[in-house]
């Protein structure tokens, strides 16, 4: 098993990332010896790794981090760094290395604060592995302060320091950052390839890994949460069914009410366990006496606490209400390749009945409006408008047609 295992799909960017690892580790052997850097190297301190949801951005990143860090003795016989067994490469996917920074968010965007510690801790020697390594799963929830924090990092990096960013586009990044980053370019994985990972490593039903994989469109962590989770199907069987229910005015608000209702419940579902924790860990630090009364001086910080878990539950009911979305924007691509005559392509076969009856009862111009009135409310939602007023005017509009 090396670290490219879990990289479905990316063939032409593994090459370049091995390639890179390669070059990485004559750089250190180079530097180690005293000896002059090979020209041509293909390796470089900052990375943009972009591509649709789903197609691995942040894996690919955390796989080079560990074939970075790579320590295996293979590689002085001309063995290919990565080999996912020795402590640089385990400790690395696991994350547990102590030179592998894994930036990830729960909220809607990073802040300069959060920023302004990151680039401190890049600026520091690795500790025991072979270089600093920084991955930035949410590059675009950089705020624009944040990222102008970042730029003099990225302009500027320690010798050792490697920065490997992750957005969904070269757009949702300054474009004074992605123009200091090589950049990497992923694409959807295969349905098959897919669903062949989820047989192999998660051990799902043939079957069953095929219908979520042809269901999600090869996005393999929507995929397997959809083959292993009886709620997420359920509540994505609710979606597939929208469609039929916006027949009149009544069951446009009604529908709407209830996507709402679904993401709401999942982001209280989510984060009730994760908040209680936090707090109770919050009181324990700050001192807070058995009967839970808290030393004087310390609102202000739980206060910043709630504020955080706030911020975090609104992202997730903004993920949630984003799934169903694209859900549904499948469901009516189904529908207008019916409309051409096209039943290759389907990815909600189960749903065939109602793709059937929407496709009957419309045209193509019509279906095009309905995917144009989904894609208007994900932009409503980005912009904060209130999501129960952006759902309401979509459903209006999918029932107008």
Known sequence: MSVWDDLVGQDRVQEQLSAAARDADVLVTSDAAGEPVPPGSKMTHAWLFTGPPGSGRSTAARAFAAALQCTSPDRALGGAPGCGFCDGCHTSLIGTHADVDVIRTDLLSIGVKETRELVRRAQLSPAVGRWQVIVMEDADRLTEGAGNVLLKAVEEPAPRTVWLLCAPSLEDVLPTIRSRCRHLTLRTPPVDAVADVLVRRDGIDPERAAAAARATQGHIGRARRLATDERARARRAAVLKLPLRVEDIGGCLKAAQELIDTATE??????????????????????????????????????????????????????????????????????????????????????????????RASTPERTLRRIEAVSACRRALDRNVAPLLAVEAMTMALRAG
């Open 266 to 359: 999942d982001a209280k579902q989510a984060s009730e366990e994760v908040d209680a924790k936090e707090t109770e860990d919050m009181k324990a630090a700050l001192g807070a006496a058995a009967g839970g009364r808290m030393p004087r001086g310390t609102a202000g910080v739980m206060k910043d606490l709630e504020d955080r878990q706030k911020r975090r539950k609104t992202r997730t009911q903004r993920d949630s209400l984003d799934l169903a979305l694209t859900e549904l924007t499948g469901f009516y691509r189904d529908v207008l390749a019916l409309q051409f005559g096209s039943r290759i392509a389907i990815a909600n076969a189960d749903a065939e009945d109602a793709l059937d009856r929407v496709a």
